[in-house]
Protein backbone atom coordinates (compact mmCIF):
# COMPACT_ATOMS: atom_id res chain seq x y z
CA UNK A 1 0.00 0.00 0.00
CA UNK A 2 2.56 2.28 0.78
CA UNK A 3 4.51 2.05 -2.09
CA UNK A 4 1.64 1.81 -4.19
CA UNK A 5 0.26 5.37 -2.56
CA UNK A 6 4.43 6.95 -3.23
CA UNK A 7 4.25 6.31 -6.59
CA UNK A 8 0.81 7.70 -7.35
CA UNK A 9 2.04 10.62 -5.13
CA UNK A 10 4.88 10.92 -7.34
CA UNK A 11 3.05 10.57 -10.47
CA UNK A 12 0.65 13.42 -9.44
CA UNK A 13 3.36 15.64 -8.36
CA UNK A 14 5.31 15.41 -11.40
CA UNK A 15 2.24 15.55 -13.71
CA UNK A 16 0.94 18.91 -11.64
CA UNK A 17 -2.27 19.41 -13.91
CA UNK A 18 -4.41 16.67 -14.79
CA UNK A 19 -6.81 17.16 -17.53
CA UNK A 20 -9.77 15.14 -16.99
CA UNK A 21 -11.05 13.75 -20.22
CA UNK A 22 -14.93 12.70 -20.84
CA UNK A 23 -14.48 10.99 -24.53
CA UNK A 24 -17.75 10.80 -26.97
CA UNK A 25 -16.41 9.49 -30.37
CA UNK A 26 -13.44 7.14 -30.46
CA UNK A 27 -11.39 8.40 -32.95
CA UNK A 28 -10.63 11.66 -31.15
CA UNK A 29 -8.92 9.70 -28.45
CA UNK A 30 -5.34 9.18 -30.35
CA UNK A 31 -5.37 12.97 -31.44
CA UNK A 32 -6.75 14.51 -28.36
CA UNK A 33 -3.57 12.60 -26.14
CA UNK A 34 -1.03 13.30 -28.48
CA UNK A 35 -2.36 17.12 -28.56
CA UNK A 36 -1.91 16.89 -24.59
CA UNK A 37 1.22 15.75 -24.40
CA UNK A 38 2.50 17.75 -27.22
CA UNK A 39 1.60 20.19 -24.85
CA UNK A 40 3.52 18.74 -21.71
CA UNK A 41 0.65 17.29 -20.48
CA UNK A 42 1.14 13.95 -20.39
CA UNK A 43 -0.68 12.10 -17.13
CA UNK A 44 -4.09 12.12 -18.13
CA UNK A 45 -7.39 11.07 -16.83
CA UNK A 46 -9.70 9.33 -19.05
CA UNK A 47 -13.51 9.70 -17.36
CA UNK A 48 -15.87 6.14 -17.43
CA UNK A 49 -18.48 8.65 -18.58
CA UNK A 50 -19.16 7.70 -21.88
CA UNK A 51 -19.80 4.14 -24.11
CA UNK A 52 -16.30 4.05 -25.85
CA UNK A 53 -14.69 5.36 -22.35
CA UNK A 54 -12.65 2.06 -22.20
CA UNK A 55 -11.85 1.74 -25.53
CA UNK A 56 -10.63 5.31 -25.67
CA UNK A 57 -8.15 4.82 -22.99
CA UNK A 58 -7.00 1.46 -24.67
CA UNK A 59 -6.26 3.50 -27.95
CA UNK A 60 -4.20 6.14 -25.89
CA UNK A 61 -2.31 3.45 -24.27
CA UNK A 62 -1.53 1.73 -27.38
CA UNK A 63 -0.61 4.83 -29.57
CA UNK A 64 0.43 7.38 -27.13
CA UNK A 65 3.14 5.58 -25.26
CA UNK A 66 4.37 9.10 -23.72
CA UNK A 67 0.99 9.38 -22.10
CA UNK A 68 0.08 8.09 -18.21
CA UNK A 69 -3.27 6.82 -18.87
CA UNK A 70 -5.92 6.45 -15.62
CA UNK A 71 -9.30 5.93 -15.47
CA UNK A 72 -11.95 8.59 -13.45
CA UNK A 73 -15.00 7.82 -12.36
CA UNK A 74 -14.13 4.82 -10.73
CA UNK A 75 -17.99 4.25 -8.94
CA UNK A 76 -17.03 0.43 -7.61
CA UNK A 77 -15.34 -2.23 -7.58
CA UNK A 78 -16.50 -3.61 -10.91
CA UNK A 79 -14.78 -0.42 -12.25
CA UNK A 80 -11.91 -0.32 -10.86
CA UNK A 81 -11.20 -4.06 -11.82
CA UNK A 82 -12.09 -2.77 -15.59
CA UNK A 83 -9.26 -0.50 -15.34
CA UNK A 84 -6.77 -2.81 -13.28
CA UNK A 85 -7.64 -5.26 -16.46
CA UNK A 86 -7.02 -2.36 -18.61
CA UNK A 87 -3.66 -1.86 -18.12
CA UNK A 88 -4.75 1.54 -16.66
CA UNK A 89 -1.67 3.66 -14.89
CA UNK A 90 -3.87 4.62 -12.02
CA UNK A 91 -7.99 5.05 -11.17
CA UNK A 92 -9.71 8.14 -9.55
CA UNK A 93 -12.94 7.92 -8.10
CA UNK A 94 -15.69 11.28 -7.13
CA UNK A 95 -16.24 9.72 -4.31
CA UNK A 96 -15.97 6.61 -1.60
CA UNK A 97 -17.65 3.90 -0.58
CA UNK A 98 -16.35 1.06 1.93
CA UNK A 99 -16.88 -1.29 -0.94
CA UNK A 100 -14.68 1.08 -3.30
CA UNK A 101 -11.80 1.23 -0.72
CA UNK A 102 -11.45 -2.35 0.00
CA UNK A 103 -11.66 -3.33 -3.63
CA UNK A 104 -8.91 -0.79 -3.85
CA UNK A 105 -6.09 -1.70 -0.75
CA UNK A 106 -6.59 -4.97 -2.36
CA UNK A 107 -5.75 -4.06 -6.08
CA UNK A 108 -2.45 -3.13 -7.22
CA UNK A 109 -4.05 -0.08 -9.25
CA UNK A 110 -3.58 3.12 -7.28
CA UNK A 111 -6.41 4.85 -6.36
CA UNK A 112 -6.86 8.92 -6.06
CA UNK A 113 -10.15 8.42 -4.11
CA UNK A 114 -12.20 11.42 -3.87
CA UNK A 115 -13.47 13.20 -0.27
CA UNK A 116 -15.25 16.58 -0.25
CA UNK A 117 -15.51 16.09 3.87
CA UNK A 118 -13.27 15.18 6.84
CA UNK A 119 -15.34 12.10 7.56
CA UNK A 120 -14.52 10.69 4.19
CA UNK A 121 -11.45 11.71 3.88
CA UNK A 122 -11.20 9.65 7.75
CA UNK A 123 -12.95 6.82 5.77
CA UNK A 124 -10.33 6.90 2.80
CA UNK A 125 -7.37 6.94 5.96
CA UNK A 126 -9.40 4.12 7.44
CA UNK A 127 -8.28 2.04 4.29
CA UNK A 128 -4.83 3.21 3.89
CA UNK A 129 -5.61 6.19 0.92
CA UNK A 130 -3.56 9.24 1.47
CA UNK A 131 -3.57 10.95 -1.92
CA UNK A 132 -6.80 12.08 -2.39
CA UNK A 133 -9.05 14.00 -4.53
CA UNK A 134 -10.85 17.20 -3.04
CA UNK A 135 -14.06 16.90 -4.95
CA UNK A 136 -16.14 19.05 -6.49
CA UNK A 137 -13.17 21.64 -5.34
CA UNK A 138 -14.76 25.13 -5.52
CA UNK A 139 -18.11 24.40 -4.67
CA UNK A 140 -16.87 22.43 -1.43
CA UNK A 141 -15.68 25.61 -0.11
CA UNK A 142 -12.76 25.99 -2.14
CA UNK A 143 -8.94 26.70 -0.72
CA UNK A 144 -10.35 27.78 2.58
CA UNK A 145 -11.80 24.40 3.15
CA UNK A 146 -8.98 22.68 2.08
CA UNK A 147 -6.85 24.33 4.86
CA UNK A 148 -9.61 24.03 7.14
CA UNK A 149 -8.99 19.53 6.25
CA UNK A 150 -5.18 20.23 6.55
CA UNK A 151 -5.31 21.34 10.44
CA UNK A 152 -6.63 17.49 11.44
CA UNK A 153 -5.01 15.94 8.64
CA UNK A 154 -1.65 17.43 8.24
CA UNK A 155 -0.42 14.25 6.12
CA UNK A 156 -2.86 14.14 2.82
CA UNK A 157 -1.89 14.91 -0.01
CA UNK A 158 -4.73 16.26 -2.20
CA UNK A 159 -5.30 16.89 -5.73
CA UNK A 160 -8.21 19.12 -6.01
CA UNK A 161 -10.79 19.06 -8.90
CA UNK A 162 -14.34 20.56 -9.61
CA UNK A 163 -14.07 24.05 -10.74
CA UNK A 164 -10.28 24.69 -11.62
CA UNK A 165 -9.04 26.65 -14.54
CA UNK A 166 -6.06 28.83 -15.96
CA UNK A 167 -7.51 31.24 -13.28
CA UNK A 168 -7.30 29.59 -10.49
CA UNK A 169 -4.97 26.46 -10.78
CA UNK A 170 -1.91 28.53 -9.44
CA UNK A 171 -3.54 29.46 -6.33
CA UNK A 172 -4.31 26.25 -5.78
CA UNK A 173 -1.46 24.46 -6.95
CA UNK A 174 0.51 27.17 -3.95
CA UNK A 175 -1.04 25.20 -0.59
CA UNK A 176 1.64 22.92 0.29
CA UNK A 177 -0.61 19.86 0.69
CA UNK A 178 -2.01 19.78 -2.90
CA UNK A 179 0.18 17.40 -5.33
CA UNK A 180 -1.61 18.81 -8.77
CA UNK A 181 -4.89 19.56 -9.58
CA UNK A 182 -6.96 18.26 -12.17
CA UNK A 183 -9.90 19.83 -14.48
CA UNK A 184 -11.83 19.99 -17.68
CA UNK A 185 -10.47 23.11 -18.46
CA UNK A 186 -7.78 22.08 -21.02
CA UNK A 187 -9.96 20.15 -22.95
CA UNK A 188 -12.87 21.68 -23.98
CA UNK A 189 -15.85 20.20 -25.97
CA UNK A 190 -16.24 22.60 -28.82
CA UNK A 191 -12.16 21.83 -29.37
CA UNK A 192 -12.26 18.04 -29.38
CA UNK A 193 -15.41 17.98 -31.97
CA UNK A 194 -14.18 20.20 -34.21
CA UNK A 195 -10.41 18.59 -34.37
CA UNK A 196 -8.68 21.88 -32.95
CA UNK A 197 -5.72 19.83 -31.75
CA UNK A 198 -3.60 22.39 -31.97
CA UNK A 199 -5.62 24.82 -29.89
CA UNK A 200 -5.38 21.85 -27.05
CA UNK A 201 -1.73 22.03 -27.08
CA UNK A 202 -1.24 25.97 -27.15
CA UNK A 203 -3.43 26.10 -24.30
CA UNK A 204 -1.51 23.05 -22.35
CA UNK A 205 1.38 25.01 -23.42
CA UNK A 206 0.66 28.09 -21.43
CA UNK A 207 -0.79 26.30 -18.48
CA UNK A 208 2.26 24.05 -17.96
CA UNK A 209 4.74 27.21 -18.58
CA UNK A 210 2.39 29.26 -15.85
CA UNK A 211 1.99 26.24 -13.76
CA UNK A 212 5.25 24.43 -13.41
CA UNK A 213 8.02 27.04 -14.16
CA UNK A 214 11.04 24.95 -14.84
C1 LIG B 1 -14.35 15.88 -12.43
O1 LIG B 1 -15.03 14.95 -12.69
O2 LIG B 1 -13.25 15.76 -11.90
C2 LIG B 1 -14.93 17.21 -12.69
O3 LIG B 1 -16.12 17.08 -13.41
C3 LIG B 1 -14.05 18.16 -13.38
O4 LIG B 1 -14.50 19.38 -12.98
P1 LIG B 1 -14.42 20.62 -13.94
O5 LIG B 1 -15.21 20.26 -15.18
O6 LIG B 1 -15.05 21.75 -13.17
O7 LIG B 1 -12.98 20.86 -14.25
Same mark, same amino acid.
Given at each position: ?? #??????????? !????????????? *??????????????????? &????????? /???? =???????? =??? $?? $???????????? *???????????? &????????? +?? +??????????? #?? /???????? $?????????? *? !? %??????????????????????????? #??????? =? /??? &? &??????????? =???? %???????????????????? #?
Amino acid at each position: MR #AKQEKLAALFR !QATIIPVLTIERI *EDAVPLAKALVAGGVRVLE &VTLRTPVAI /EAAR =AMMANVPE =AEV $GI $GTILNANDLSRA *ESLGAGFGISPG &VTPDLLKAA +SA +SALPLAPGIAT #AS /ELMLALAH $GFDLVKFFPA *E !Q %SGGIKALRALAGPFPDVMFCPTGGIGE #ANAAAWL =A /EPN &V &VAVGGSWLCPA =ADVR %SGNWAGITAMCNRAMKLLKP #A
